[in-house]
């Protein structure tokens, strides 16, 4: 496994004050060639949502996402992401936490 850093990027899309889809984008400075990017809509949110067991609607999703993502800056340590990108193209980002037990 290689660690890299990566670049991210989330815009939102809203039409009348409603969130409608968020695009994550990744980029790596070390590969220029590498670009990622997922759309997200409500109704893919869904899927997120379950698997994930979040429990905000999808209008929280992009505020959320940033509070996740600014923890992997501010504490490097104790938060972790990982891109698995698959020979199919399919790719699975995941956030964690390490936690200390005693």
């Known amino acids: ?48 949502k379950d698997d994930c067991n979040l429990v905000v609607d999808f209008s929280q999703f992009p505020a959320l996402l940033l509070k996740l993502l600014n923890l992997l800056v501010e504490q490097p340590a104790t938060y972790m992401a990982q891109l698995s990108i698959k020979a199919n193209g399919t790719a699975a980002f995941e956030l964690a936490q390490n936690l200390e037990f005693k």
């Not at 670009?35 to 869904?46: K, P």
């Open 1 to 48: 496994m290689e660690i890299e850093m990566i670049n991210v990027r989330v815009l939102a899309q809203a039409v009348a004050g409603t969130t409608t889809s968020v695009r994550v984008e990744l980029s790596c400075d070390s590969s220029l060639f590498f670009h990622y990017a997922a759309n997200i809509t409500a109704a893919t949110y869904v899927n997120i």
